[in-house]
């Protein structure tokens, strides 16, 4: 029995991640909230504001903390402590709310996006800078660092010593060069690889056969001597590793008779460079947290030029775009119907066609959205949904900061659609309407249009919210082109699109607005 304080020794393992945030996608939102405490002491004193600071913004919820407009840190600090009290010691932070605060930190500090230390300075790494200002979106972010990753490294007490990402895409692109793909339950095999020997792994493969999840199980129970839960074994691990090489833009799962994993064919030439890239680390960077930080905040310019070469070519037209989503449309046989049921389930995480699972929930929604709009629309419009998509044409990353959700145009008019699943009113006015405007008119390849409309659609609109567009529709006002918008609750501007009343109500809406500013001001 390994004596308390004593650290145990290293084993192989399952490659995993911290599942208690399953969808990275929701990183960039915590790293938003926390940026201000960049440079903060990890101390008790300031990990109770940042941990405090996290329900306050929604990311962390519980029912015994009530959270309102007017809620403030002194008005439930006590019980951030309470609610806490019981978290086990974890990351070499104490039980109890500074735990808490490792349980975000974990995975971040693992792909080297922080330095999260307890009693030492928190620090974001320039990746995650950038990340945050939107000099580089989610996919690129994710891609790069998980090409730093090492899976034996400070916070993974390991015996595996490689990088699980460059293993399995090598895997992917030695199995498509056969007109093969991974099946999941493969791929669950290739998590408990010792030391990412390619060749090694598809001979097992060859040589085995997993027809299910049980099979699975049994041949890691035999060869691995696997002593965790079946659930965690073949759902929790692999969940939230096959996300973060979505995220990454690596690879796109399909249906086939079984869940397939493919290499992502419009990130093809970029994964290859991307593995070409030598990165390694030594051994006390692997295990020293400062050495590994050090470590894997360098050569951050050499995978840069490679990021902005890629984008060079990515430029696409609209034409493209509205293929895709054609695309999408025929695979998947979506009407109407389908997809109307499709965005009432958002926020219920399971949808009505099982490829779309892995989707994060606020990218569904500018998915279906997209969806919805082509059906209705269909050649009347050029329509440029701007996520990131596979070669298929389902979204595995948010549109890059600098651009809007959704874009629509014609000879005559610029159509905008910003949609968002924030509730928070702090985080929906500070995240959701300056950024919205500044996509409105950044787009100089539709200065010329004669109209321009803005749809924003949230789950609800604050007050405030509306509020601030009325206040820029007025502001904003240019006599070389006529500018409508309104803001929209899901419901509302599903129930407008079906109609085909879209731009009439925009124009009704801003109407009513400047009428109403009028009558005030006389």
């Not at 650290?7 to 990183?27: C, G, H, I, L, S």
């Not at 926390?34 to 996290?54: A, Q, R, S, T, Y």
């Not at 030439?269 to 890239?277: C, E, G, H, N, P």
């Not at 990131?388 to 979204?395: L, R, S, T, V």
Request: hydrophobic share 35%.
């Amino acid at each position: 029995m390994t004596k308390k304080g004593a650290k145990r020794k290293p084993e192989f393992k399952q490659m995993a991640f911290e599942t208690a945030v399953r969808n990275p996608d929701r990183y960039l939102e915590i790293f938003k909230a926390l940026i201000d405490f960049d440079g903060v002491l990890l101390n008790d004193e300031n990990l109770l504001k940042i941990v405090g600071h996290l329900y306050l913004n929604n990311i962390v919820k519980s029912d015994k903390i009530q959270i309102d407009d007017k809620t403030t840190f002194d008005d439930i600090k006590e019980e951030v402590v309470k609610v806490n009290s019981t978290r086990n010691s974890d990351g070499g932070f104490p039980k109890g709310y500074q735990s808490r605060f490792w349980t975000y930190m974990r995975t971040p500090s693992e792909l080297g996006f922080v330095y999260a230390r307890y009693n030492e300075t928190f620090r974001f790494s320039e990746i995650a800078k950038m990340l945050i200002k939107g000099d580089i979106d989610e996919q690129e972010a994710f891609s790069i660092q998980s090409m730093k990753y090492n899976r034996k490294n400070p916070y993974r007490n390991v015996s595996n010593d490689f990088n699980f990402f460059k293993f399995i895409l090598r895997v992917l692109l030695k199995l498509r060069e056969k007109g093969k793909s991974l099946s999941y339950e493969q791929f669950i095999v290739a998590m408990f690889s010792q030391n990412g020997d390619v060749e090694n792994f598809i001979e097992v493969i060859n040589e085995n056969k997993f027809p299910d999840f049980k099979s699975v199980y049994q041949f890691v129970e035999k060869n691995y001597g696997v002593t965790t839960k079946f659930k965690t074994v073949t759902r929790d691990y692999p969940d939230v590793v096959r996300r973060v090489l979505i995220i990454s833009g690596f690879i796109t799962i399909r249906f086939s008779g079984k869940k397939l994993i493919k290499i992502n064919e419009n990130k093809l030439d970029y994964i290859v460079d991307l593995l070409k890239i030598e990165f390694g680390l030594s051994d006390n960077e692997k295990s020293n947290p400062s050495a590994y930080f050090k470590k894997l905040e360098s050569q951050n310019n050499e995978f840069l030029r490679l990021i902005y070469r890629y984008r060079e070519t990515d430029k696409i037209d609209g034409e493209y775009y509205r293929n895709q989503i054609n695309n999408i449309i025929n695979i998947y046989e979506i009407d109407e119907e389908k997809i109307l049921k499709s965005i009432e389930k958002i926020g219920n995480r399971r949808t009505i066609i099982e490829e779309f699972n892995e989707i994060p929930e606020p990218l569904k929604l500018e998915f279906f959205i997209s969806i919805l709009i082509a059906l209705k629309y269909g050649d009347q419009f050029a329509i440029r949904p701007n996520y990131k998509a596979d070669h298929i044409g389902k979204p595995y990353s948010h549109a890059p900061g600098n651009k809007g959700d959704i874009e629509l145009f014609s000879n005559e008019i610029y159509w905008l659609i910003e949609v968002t699943l924030i509730r928070n009113k702090t985080q929906q006015l500070n995240q959701e309407t300056t950024s919205v405007i500044r996509h409105l008119y950044s787009n100089e390849e539709f200065a010329d249009r004669l109209k321009k409309y803005l749809s924003f659609i949230a789950p609800i609109i604050h007050e405030d919210t509306e509020r601030f567009y009325q206040y820029a529709m007025v502001m904003e006002r240019n006599p070389e082109h006529k500018l409508y918008l309104k803001p929209y609750s899901i419901d509302e501007f599903v129930t407008v699109t079906k109609e085909k009343r879209n731009f009439e109500d925009m124009e009704n809406y801003t109407k009513h607005v400047f009428d109403t500013f009028r009558k005030n001001l006389n």
